[in-house]
């Protein structure tokens, strides 16, 4: 087994340089390389932010409506049958944004670039809140119905936005399913990684990939994974509206504790960050434009705004106007960036551990360890009689980041194929193929002892795979969802009819909203 594994990891070793390559460019350009600041970013990171201010402007910054619309829009409760409540769907598509990355990659941007990247973390997401709010509002808008359930997202709009050609549905989906299912092994190696992190803690014992111990975890993980696919979203969104809200709390609560803790630490946090931010000097030797461009990347694909990944759970939401739904999933921007992603950050930057590695080898060690690092911060900055509990209760909530992570991916496929086909055989496959292939597959590496680092860059791949195949359709929608808006904002929520604004659609006609007051 582990050299039929080797040999699969082998045959990707060409992704690794492809995905360094796309993310970098053009940095990879002597002359582009030069310029002051620019010339650390990459044309993905400049596109992202760059659509993340646009759309802003031409809203009229309507992220700052969310913290007044979104939470009564997700209380309101729904009389109809008809897909899932607002509710449900922000904690599903928090599923998706509040994964590993919210650990993982905040960590990372600030082991690479300082402190400074937080802030610009929170530059991203601010403007990632408008960005997120376009693709939710195509997303209702091109929705479709499927029995008593919606389905849609990006491979609905992006046909009708892209000349109505179902072609260009079937590329959009299949780069989807292919981007989230190569995804779920990943988080599969994480849920193992933090399962076994709280048993090694537990127990004072570390444990050996081949032992009882972690056979278990792999029978349990499949089985429950298995169980709940198969029930469909909306056995899936049933536990996610149960996982999320908990696992969101306990990460927040243990946060929070020990931010009070060290409460005397807190300027130190802001200066460090603000001046990380701004200074023309690193503190890690790349200069303000390595702590901007880090800040960017990671804070974008931790919240996914930009992406078409949480379009899926934006489409299958029952509301009363579309923009409801661009309210609700732009707030979930602000909540796994400026409130989850701030706590794992202030943990590090207070801790800074950095300092405490004697040479640039020993902090690269350090770094390269994904929960460990964080895990480190925490234990530096807690008493030592409760590092054993506080790291334990950190990598149970690693482990269902990556859990609830899991189950939207694969989710997420199955809405997506539905534009393939929607018969029964043909979803039931899917949902096979991502709880009894790709997460068994994610079981076996780490049975196996491998990390299969070849295999694991096709999630790098298809992250900004999907951000190139979004952005232009968001661009080329944009006027559909500004009109929209401007309904939303004239009526003040009222009726929406998709005619009123000279759009065609399946679900918003004057019959499917003949229900509604108004």
């Known amino acids: 087994m582990n050299e039929l594994l080797q040999r699969i990891n082998d045959f990707f070793a060409f992704i690794q340089p492809i995905a360094d390559a796309v993310w970098s460019f053009p940095m990879q350009v002597g002359w582009y390389a030069q310029i002051p600041l620019l010339g650390q970013m990459s044309f993905a990171v400049l596109l992202l932010l ?128 292919v981007y989230a299912l190569f995804n779920v092994p990943i988080q599969t190696f994480n849920v193992f990684t933090a399962i076994g992190m709280v048993a090694d803690t537990a127990s004072g014992v570390e444990s050996d990939r081949q032992s009882l111990l972690y056979y278990v975890i792999a029978l349990v993980l499949v089985s429950y ?48 960050v603000v001046f990380g931010a701004f200074s023309p000097e690193a503190l890690f030797g790349g200069g303000m434009g390595v702590a901007l461009a880090e800040g960017v990347r990671r804070g974008l694909m931790s919240n996914e705004a930009g992406q078409g990944t949480i379009t899926m759970a934006a489409a299958v939401a029952d509301n009363n106007h579309p923009c409801e739904q661009g309210l609700v999933q732009s707030l979930g921007v602000f909540f796994d960036t400026i409130v989850i992603c701030t706590m794992t950050g202030f943990i590090v930057v207070i801790a800074h551990l950095w300092t405490g590695a004697t040479d640039a080898i020993e902090w690269s060690a350090m770094s390269a360890s994904r929960i460990g690092t964080y895990v480190s911060s925490v234990q530096a900055l807690v008493p030592q009689s409760l590092s054993a509990c506080i790291t334990i209760i950190v990598s149970v909530c690693y482990a269902l980041f990556a859990f609830t992570t899991l189950l939207g991916m694969i989710s997420f496929a199955e809405i997506s194929a539905n534009f393939i086909s929607r018969k029964p055989g043909f979803i039931l496959s899917i949902r096979l193929l991502g709880s009894l292939f790709f997460v068994p597959f994610g079981a076996l590496t780490v049975l196996a002892g491998l990390e299969l680092g070849n295999l694991w860059a096709i999630s790098d791949l298809t992250n900004i795979v999907m951000v190139y195949l979004n952005i232009p359709i968001l661009m080329l929608g944009s006027p559909l969802v500004f009109k929209a808006l401007a309904h939303y904002r004239r009526s003040n929520g009222g009726k929406f009819i998709s005619a009123d604004i000279g759009l065609e659609t399946e679900h918003w006609t004057k019959a499917e909203q003949s229900h509604l007051p108004g």
């Open 50 to 177: 760059g659509m993340g201010l646009y759309f802003s402007l031409r809203t009229g910054f309507i992220q700052t409506l969310s913290f007044s619309r979104a939470i009564r829009i997700m209380l309101r409760r729904r009389t109809s049958a008809t897909g899932i409540s607002a509710f449900a769907s922000f904690m599903l598509g928090l599923a998706m944004r509040a994964g590993p990355g919210n650990i993982v990659g905040v960590t990372g941007a600030i082991t690479v670039g300082g402190p400074g990247a937080l802030f610009w973390m929170w530059v991203a997401a601010f403007f990632g809140m408008a960005t997120a709010f376009m693709e939710a509002v195509l997303a209702q808008l091109f929705k479709e119905k499927k029995g008593t359930e919606f389905v849609g997202g990006l491979p609905f709009y992006g046909r009708r936005i892209l000349g109505n050609k179902r072609i260009v549905g079937i590329f959009l989906s299949v780069a989807f399913i």
């Open 225 to 272: 994974c298995a169980y709940l696919i198969l029930g469909g979203i909306r056995r899936v969104s049933a536990w996610t509206n149960l996982i999320v809200p908990f696992m969101a709390l306990l990460f927040c609560a243990i946060s929070l504790l020990i931010i009070l803790v060290n409460f005397p630490l807190i300027p130190f946090f802001l200066k460090e």
